[in-house]
């Protein structure tokens, strides 16, 4: 048996939570539980749920899976999930570790080489953004995504309608028809807006939109599905299969489960084979560090519906620190035409310098995300 002998967790700039796990062979598994603006608080939840798999088989994922979200007479959220995300990830981390293999080889084989990946890009103007995706083009993305608008009203002006629009449209002109842009609504959109943006959106063919109303308000998302005959995408506020039933039932596109907060490894595979049940594409959100990066890949490797990967290498939160600084050996990550390549190192297919790591969460972080205000003074989402 491979007995889980430790459970620990680091604070890592930007604004990341990785786990780390050690069996008493000495086998260490990684795993990230980032919850953005959060993270402290599931740092307790990961020590908390640590008391359940301590001195237990390592490699008994799914039961530990089943008791670490079930073991509570209180279940669900984002807390809990992200944490046991964080746990999953360094258990299947561990589990290809001990076999010598992959992650994707231990969910059944490898169903694609490469995974397209797609790149963040801002910019409050047309013109910023057209630069910041000139720049993604020539670094040889082929998919860029960029937030629709900063704050909404409930109901947009003519200008905060038109604004969105001028965007979208130098976004479309300088990536011509070979190349896409995902945008990004946020949740900030009631749904009369949401209706109305998408509209205008048409003609510039975007590659999906992107959470039109906020979760709580999934219930409406179908009414936006059928207003529009552009892709629409959800689910980075998700966490596992039953909340994302309804959504596929209501018609969306593109299911976006992040493997830090929906579960981690094991759910997010259960999430999109019920996903393919619908004739939905997986495109898992992951604004975030490597490890939730490197998972999502794992899955996406031997995943037959996946579309696409969001990634955070140069992204606006990475102030402090960047998605390559805690690993060793960067050429996993590396871009080739917009493309990741197929891993083959065992786990999860990277290695974290754990040095970096343990300087890192001596300084430790407070990420918060921002409070936005309307100008009456009433709160605004983010």
């Known amino acids: 048996m491979t007995t889980i002998a430790s459970v620990e967790t680091f604070l890592v700039a930007p604004r990341w939570l990785f786990v780390r796990i050690e069996t008493d062979s000495g086998l260490v598994g990684w795993g990230e539980a980032t919850c953005e603006g959060r993270s402290e608080t599931v740092r307790t939840a990961v020590d908390q749920l640590a008391e359940l798999i301590i001195g237990r088989d390592a490699l008994r994922i799914e039961d530990h899976w089943q008791v670490l979200t079930k ?38 084989g490898a169903v694609r080489d490469r995974i397209r990946v797609y790149a963040w890009v ?5 013109a910023e953004v057209a630069d910041a995706i ?58 009369a807006t949401a209706r109305a943006v998408a509209h205008r959106l048409e003609e510039y063919r975007p590659f999906f939109l992107e959470e039109p109303v906020t979760p709580e308000n999934s219930h409406l998302i179908g009414r936006f599905v059928d207003s529009t005959t552009l892709p629409v995408s959800t689910g980075e506020r998700l966490y596992n299969r039953q909340e994302f039933l309804p959504v596929l039932q ?46 999502s890949l794992q899955v996406g490797f031997a995943t037959y519906n996946h579309l696409i990967q969001e990634q955070s290498i140069g992204i606006h939160y990475n102030e402090d620190a960047e998605v390559l600084d805690y690993v060793l050996d960067t050429s996993p990550l590396q871009f080739v035409d917009g493309h990741i390549e197929r891993f083959t190192g065992p786990g999860l297919g990277i290695e974290i310098d754990e040095a970096a ?20 003074g009433s709160f605004a989402e983010w």
């Open 357 to 376: 790591v343990r300087a890192a969460d001596r300084r430790g972080h407070a990420w918060r995300g921002p409070i936005w205000r309307h100008t009456d």
């Open 122 to 126: 801002g910019g409050d103007e047309p």
């Open 71 to 108: 073991g509570s007479f209180y279940r669900g959220g984002a807390i809990l999930a992200s944490a046991v995300a964080g746990i999953d990830q360094a258990l299947w981390d561990i589990a290809g570790k001990h076999l010598g293999a992959p992650v994707h080889q231990l969910l059944g």
């Open 134 to 191: 000139t720049a993604q083009c020539e670094a040889g993305m082929t998919a860029v995504k960029m937030n629709a608008s900063g704050r909404m009203r409930p109901l947009a002006s003519v200008g905060e309608v038109d604004g969105v629009v001028a965007r979208v449209a130098a976004a479309r002109e300088v990536l011509g028809e070979h190349r896409d842009v995902a945008v990004d609504f946020h949740g900030r959109f009631t749904l």
């Open 250 to 295: 209501a018609g969306i596109a593109v299911a976006q489960p992040d493997l830090s907060h929906a579960g981690g490894i094991t759910e997010v595979r259960k999430i999109a084979a019920l996903a393919e049940t619908f004739d939905v594409q997986l495109a898992p959100h992951c604004p975030l560090g490597p490890l939730a990066l490197a998972a």
